[in-house]
C-alpha cells in the first residue's frame, strides 16, 4: 500500500539558517509526489511537485525538492528560512491506481527570531 | 480568480444535528475532494468527483455522512446525524484533470466543525 512518512513533527530552526524536511514514501511505482504548505487557518498550497525528468524540482516561496530513488525519499530544501515559512508541511504521493493524493502526517516548523 | 469557496468557515452544533458544508469549486475545473483533517489522522481524503461523478467514496467513515455534487459549480458533505468525533476541519479542493491526481489540487479555506 501506498504511504507517506515524515518523520519530523516538529523542527525549530533560526531566521536565516537552512532547512531540510524529511519525506520518505512506499509506492511500486513512478510516484508523484508533492509538498504542500498549510499557514494557521489557511487551506493547502502547493509548493512543488515531481512527476518525471530532473529529480531536483524548484517550486514557490525558494523551496526545491530532491527525487531519490534509491531512498525513496522526496526531502524539502530551502537556503534561508524567513520568519514568513512557519507553517506546517505536507509530503504526498499520488495513487495511480485509486486517483488519490495521500499525505504525510505533516511536519511543524517554527522558527526562531 | 476566487479560489475554492467554502461555507461556512466556522460550525458550532450539537450532537444529532445534521451539518451542511457547502463548496464551491474553481470554474472550469472538473474534479472536486472533500478531505478531512484532524490531530490524530491527519488528513484523508472522504470522497472525489469527477464531472460530478462520485469516482471513490471509500474514505466516507460512515453511512451518517454523505456528499453530493448536483452541478460543476456546487457540493456539499452532510452529517447527519453529527457527533462529536466528526469534529475536525474540512476542506474542498478541487483540480483540472480528467485523472484528477496528476494535476495541482487547489484547496478551499476549510470549515471547522466543533460538535458538542
Known amino acids: 500500500a501506498q504511504s507517506v512518512t515524515q518523520p519530523d513533527i516538529h523542527i525549530t530552526v533560526s531566521e536565516g539558517a537552512s532547512l531540510e524536511l524529511r519525506c520518505n514514501y512506499s509506492y511500486g511505482a513512478t510516484p508523484y509526489l508533492f509538498w504542500y504548505v498549510q499557514s494557521p487557518g489557511q487551506g493547502l498550497q502547493l509548493l512543488l511537485k515531481y512527476f518525471s525528468g530532473d529529480t531536483l524540482v524548484q517550486g514557490i516561496k525558494g523551496f526545491e525538492a530532491e527525487f531519490k530513488r534509491s531512498q525513496s525519499s522526496f526531502n524539502l530544501r530551502k537556503p534561508s528560512v524567513h520568519w514568513s515559512d512557519a507553517a506546517e508541511y505536507f509530503c504526498?504521493?499520488?495513487?495511480?491506481?485509486?486517483?488519490?493524493?495521500?499525505f504525510g502526517q505533516g511536519t511543524t516548523l517554527q522558527v526562531k527570531p | 480568480d476566487a479560489g475554492v469557496i467554502q461555507s461556512p468557515r466556522h460550525e458550532v452544533t450539537e450532537m444529532g444535528q445534521e451539518v451542511t458544508l457547502r463548496c464551491k469549486p474553481i470554474s472550469g475545473h472538473n474534479s472536486l475532494f472533500w478531505y478531512r483533517q484532524t490531530m490524530m489522522r491527519g488528513l484523508e481524503l472522504l470522497i472525489y468527483?469527477?464531472?460530478?461523478?462520485?469516482?471513490?467514496d471509500s474514505g466516507m467513515p460512515e453511512d451518517r455522512f454523505s456528499a453530493k455534487m448536483p452541478n460543476a459549480s456546487f457540493s456539499t458533505l452532510k452529517i447527519q446525524p453529527s457527533e462529536p468525533r466528526d469534529s475536525a476541519v474540512y476542506f474542498c479542493a478541487s483540480s483540472r484533470s480528467g485523472r484528477a491526481t496528476y494535476n495541482e489540487q487547489f484547496f478551499g479555506p476549510g470549515t471547522r466543525l466543533t460538535v458538542l
Open positions: 504526498a504521493v499520488a495513487s495511480s491506481n485509486t486517483g488519490k493524493l495521500i
Open positions: 468527483f469527477n464531472n460530478n461523478v462520485p469516482i471513490d
